[in-house]
């Protein structure tokens, strides 16, 4: 709760009049649980957390792949009716060098152009697997509305909509995860520059065009998804654990104005 309110007025401060004040919770809400270093401990392969539930110690088995060499905070987390545990850790990164290259990235929904200094543009094509699962997910939802909620087939079809829209979510994800490695391993470039554009600056309509079809479907997947923030994070934090760096720039109205000499 403490955390919500700080955002909100955060928020505030920052002249953002759309901020809204934290709802209230119903006692069906998880709330995370957090442990700093005092609170668990880490042997032998599994976590062992500070409390017990029904006097029955709660431990945990850590995957073999994973090695920790200093943890700060473990928490307990509630998604889709599961149960999982985050581990908060130290990992060692290598210093950034400049190395006089750069590769400049213009993310968008559709595609992702890039240009290096030798001006050598490649484009990315954007997985867009939101939009194969759009149409299923309107009609499940539409049929959904039209039932008594509570009732059987309304259960039915809400876990079907909840199933549809995760799966869209985890592919775009999945695709965004390997696209950002995949640059990060093999770009020369150890500065990598990116455009720190507003996701509602890009959904707003331009003045004096009209908002046809096309348009709106970009703003739909630039709302409801919120990839191209997720995205650069991606590339942020990947691109620092082997020594590179990532900036971004803001590009607002960068190119309005064309200088034309004949």
């Known amino acids: 709760l403490d955390a919500d309110y700080r955002s909100f007025f955060a928020l505030l401060k920052k002249g953002n009049r759309e901020a809204k004040p934290p709802k209230y919770k119903s006692k069906k809400y998880f709330t995370t649980m957090f442990y700093n270093q005092s609170r668990f401990k880490l042997k032998d392969g599994y976590v062992f957390l500070s409390h017990k539930y029904n006097k029955t110690p709660l431990k945990f088995k850590i995957s073999d792949k994973f090695k920790f060499n200093k943890v700060y905070q473990v928490s307990v987390f509630k998604k889709d009716d599961k149960f999982y545990i985050s581990i908060t850790y130290n990992r060692q990164v290598k210093d950034y060098v400049d190395n006089n290259k750069y590769q400049a ?150 190119f309005q104005k064309v200088l034309c000499v004949w």
């Not at 876990?159 to 490695?181: C, T």
């Open 105 to 254: 990235f213009d993310l968008g929904v559709i595609k992702h152009t890039a240009v290096n200094l030798n001006a050598k543009f490649i484009e990315l094509k954007n997985s867009r697997p939101d939009k194969y699962w759009q149409k299923k997910i309107q009609s499940i939802q539409s049929r959904r509305d039209h039932c008594k909620k509570g009732s059987r087939k309304y259960n039915i079809l809400n876990n079907n909509l909840k199933f549809m829209k995760k799966k869209s979510a985890n592919q775009i994800k999945d695709f965004q995860h390997k696209l950002s490695r995949k640059i990060i391993d093999n770009t020369k470039a150890n500065t990598i520059i990116v455009g720190d554009l507003s996701i509602k600056d890009m959904s707003k309509k331009k003045k004096g065009k009209s908002n046809h079809k096309g348009t709106r479907g970009l703003n739909r997947a630039i709302q409801n998804t919120g990839t191209l923030g997720r995205f650069v994070r991606f590339l942020t934090y990947k691109a620092e654990l082997i020594g590179k760096r990532v900036i971004e720039i803001n590009e607002r109205d960068t």
